[in-house]
């Protein structure tokens, strides 16, 4: 129940309009904290400091960690069931899947139609057995993103 | 005769519109804050799905102001382009050639006489 709380108030944030920045400064702690409530996959981490280091906005205010952190937890999920399937694990890659489903679908903002239907779509394909759009997805988004 | 010459206007007017913004074509308006000489990430993301196309913005109000595109997930950004105080501003792209996929986010900077403003526009993307 409490992650599901939290997933609401993370899809909720990412769907909010054009940023208005905060004065404060916290971007890092914000980042940590916002990770630990994520789902992830146990194989596939991103390396903290070292996306903190290429995301942080240029005043270190907080508001910004969201979206980041939405891409790299997709990356991280199709990444793991990419790896999953090819190595023929059917006990990894059934989570994966589900969170490719049913977790990642939901990041994309109400006002990015094309982005919901491709998360959507991705997650059909790749319950079919094609890879094809999440590894397009992780190549444009993830390509240089440290994995601990 | 006059209906077929309606029907044919509408069918050329029609296929511009179908050139000129293909059917997966996105917009959306953009309302945000500003710092003089300081960017300013804006929060919303937003994903490129058709490959090879392009990003490009408006302003209808605010001051004269730099924009750009960045990768939500850090590591890439395009070059700034300035969009001058007369309102409302030509469209103009800020970047191009985009791989599927892509999820981007925009910034802004201020080049106006107030040290934080703000400033209106519209972004289209998947357009090519």
Do not use: H
């Not at chain 1, 952190?69 to 069931?81: H, I, K």
């Not at chain 1, 319950?127 to 590894?135: E, Q, S």
């Not at chain 2, 791989?99 to 934080?116: H, P, Q």
Request: proline share 6%; net charge positive; aromatic share 10%.
């Amino acid at each position: 129940m409490r992650f599901v709380c939290l997933l609401l108030l993370f899809v909720a944030g990412c769907g909010a309009a054009p940023a208005a920045p905060v004065s404060s400064v916290g971007y890092p702690d914000e980042v940590r904290s916002l990770y630990s409530t994520m789902k992830w996959p146990a194989d596939v981490r991103p390396d903290l400091e070292a996306l903190i280091k290429a995301t942080a906005p240029p005043a270190g205010e907080q508001g910004f960690a969201r979206q980041a952190l939405a891409v790299v937890n997709t990356c991280a999920w199709y990444r793991s069931w990419d790896a999953a399937v090819t190595r023929g694990d059917s006990a990894a890659a059934g989570p994966a899947l589900d969170a490719i489903t049913n977790l990642v679908t939901r990041y994309p903002p109400e006002d990015d139609r094309a982005g919901r239907q491709f998360v959507r779509d991705a997650a059909v394909r790749a319950a079919a057995g094609d890879p094809a759009p999440v590894r397009d997805y992780v190549d444009a988004n993830c390509f240089d993103t440290k994995w601990a | 005769m006059k209906r077929k010459m309606f029907v044919v206007a509408v069918g050329v007017i029609g296929a511009l519109v179908a050139t000129a913004m293909p059917a997966s074509a996105s917009s959306s308006g953009l309302s945000g804050n500003l710092r003089k000489g300081e960017w300013v990430n804006y929060s919303t993301a937003r994903t490129i799905t058709v490959g090879g196309t392009n990003i490009y913005v408006n302003k209808t109000d605010g001051p004269e102001i730099g924009v750009k595109w960045r990768r939500c997930s850090g590591g890439a950004e395009g070059s700034e382009v300035r969009l001058q105080n007369a309102d409302p501003t030509p469209r103009v792209r800020i970047g191009s050639n985009f791989r599927a996929s892509t999820v981007f986010c925009l910034s802004a900077k201020s080049y106006g006489s107030n040290s934080t403003d703000t400033w209106n526009g519209n972004v289209w993307w998947n357009v090519n």
